[in-house]
């Protein structure tokens, strides 16, 4: 009986481990801008070319009140939605280029 509960409690601790690592994989998002102002949202660290100019921001300006409160109106920035794979191209000229 000891042994079983034993390997319940491994078992328990094992899936909340998995759970919260899944979380923090989740959360590991951030949100690129080219010099142009192009900006868009990607889960990985994506080696981007320098031609480019890209900065990095948290994923936290994946948030549409947060980026306005941040950026505001004034903004050389545009927001970037689109349906493709955000961590294999970028944007050029307002276009999304795949890499």
């Keep these: ?3 079983n509960k034993a390997f ?3 078992s328990a601790a094992a899936i909340v481990s998995a759970g ?3 979380l923090t994989q989740a959360a590991s998002a951030h949100v690129v801008c080219n010099r142009t102002g192009d900006c868009w949202s990607t889960h990985a ?3 981007y070319p320098s031609d480019l100019g890209i900065r990095t921001y948290s994923d936290r300006y994946a ?3 947060y980026r306005q409160q941040r ?3 004034n903004s050389n ?3 970037r939605g689109g349906d493709h794979d955000r961590d294999r191209g970028a944007y ?3 276009l999304w280029v795949g890499f």
């Design 45 to 47: 660290n994506v080696q």
């Design 92 to 94: 050029r000229g307002g």
């Design 63 to 65: 948030n549409d009140s």
């Design 1 to 3: 009986m000891r042994l």
């Design 77 to 79: 920035r545009t927001w």
């Design 71 to 73: 950026w505001g109106n």
């Design 20 to 22: 919260i690592f899944g």
């Design 8 to 10: 319940l409690t491994i």
